[in-house]
């Protein structure tokens, strides 16, 4: 088992606590619209069509060339005339090395047709992680909004009794229904985003469940260290194989271009038949093509762009290791600016318990009741937020480490799922 195989299994048994969350997706109803998806889809057609272009080129494209002619000879002594006819097959011939060169670079195009059917699939998964939090965080703020008016009537309902014991002035009724009617308006205008939210998720993955748990899990630190993460994610970065791939292709046509320096031959057989039928020729010809010096220069041409994509490549790697620590970085500090803000939640909705409960016991005031409210919900929402945003960070992480959803392709599975 090589280092990479032993990182890759060290992680997986890491995140295989919490890979399967009641917050995230099904991992198979996830796959599936990942597939389906049009990103996906168009990706695996240009693979299919790649696939079909590279048997092509492997076979070679020379092809058999079928010629004929007729004439009339005239001899004026003696004076006569004969009729004549040949026929002629031939073909040219791909010589080993440029068919080596050929296969070569078949096999470095489908190479790189997969790499982009795996990007895709990266690129979709991603996608569909930011709708999905972006769903989620609607719908718990719904959800949120749906408490404040349960307990806008609740409010309410104290201010009364208050009003009918002779413990408390008409008006703060008044200011009781006008916190009733913003906690009203101000969940119907998070429904709306939460249906707007669903709508932008369904309309991409169409044939993916929108569920989820109400109970929100508990953000934690990513497991590991930041250089296995590191590691993990750049094993498996299909962005990185594609322009490795692309160099790869680029390296093989300059190959492609060295053969074809040499002569191109030329064979084929004839028969003619001359002097009315009095004389029969079969035979064999043989035709050379010499190379000029737009061959050489295609060859530079695919040497240069060859050296430019390798240099790309290196540069497109030092990017991802930076990108993929700064993700793991800041994953861990979300994590913990999450447990900070839920704590801060925590202690402003005691003090509004308390302010509560005090006001229905005949002490402090309406307002009192009101500011501590709304400083409680602006605590619920701030924490609520820096929850689904480390756990989106969490998620995030264990996709581009492929731990989350299937995302890896072959040819078999490629072709599998049209």
Known sequence: MNAVHRLALALALAFAMDVRADYLPDPAAAEAALR??????????????????????????????????ALQRRIDSPQDRYTEWGVALSRPLRLPARAAA????????????????????????RQLLALWFDWLNEASQA???????????????????????????????VNAEAAQAQARLLQQQAATRELQARSRLTAQYPGLPVTADDALAEPAPPPGTADDYVDAVLAHNHELFRARRQAEVLRAEARQFASRRSV????????????????????????????????H?????????????????????????????????????????????????????????????????????????????????EGQLMAQQAQLAALAAGARLKLDAHQLWPLDVDEDSAHTHP
């Open 102 to 125: 050929d296969r070569a670079l078949a096999g470095a195009l489908t190479a790189h047709a997969e790499a982009s059917l795996g990007e895709a699939m990266h690129e979709s998964g």
């Open 297 to 377: 220069t295609d060859q530079q041409a695919a040497e240069r762009l060859s050296a430019t994509a390798e240099e790309a490549a290196v540069r497109l790697e030092q990017r991802l290791r930076q990108e993929a620590r700064a993700d793991f970085e800041a994953a861990a500090g979300q994590a913990a600016n999450w447990q900070q803000a839920a704590r801060a939640a925590q202690a402003l909705a005691e003090a509004a318990r308390l302010a509560a409960r005090a006001y229905s016991l005949g002490e402090g005031s309406l307002d009192q009741v009101l500011l501590n409210r709304r400083l409680a919900l």
């Open 143 to 173: 959800r949120v909004w749906q408490a404040q008016v349960a307990l806008a009537e609740q409010q309410l309902a104290t201010v009364n009794s208050r009003i009918r014991l002779g413990e408390a002035p008409r008006s703060e009724r």
């Open 36 to 69: 389906a998806s049009p990103m996906v889809a168009q990706a695996r057609g240009e693979f299919a069509a790649q696939s079909l272009k590279s048997e092509s080129l492997t076979r070679g494209r020379e092809e058999w060339t079928l010629g004929a002619d």
């Open 264 to 295: 191109d031959p030329n064979v084929g057989v004839f028969y003619k038949n001359e002097m009315g039928g009095n004389e029969h020729l079969l035979g064999l010809s043989l035709g050379l093509t010499l190379p000029g010096g737009a061959r």
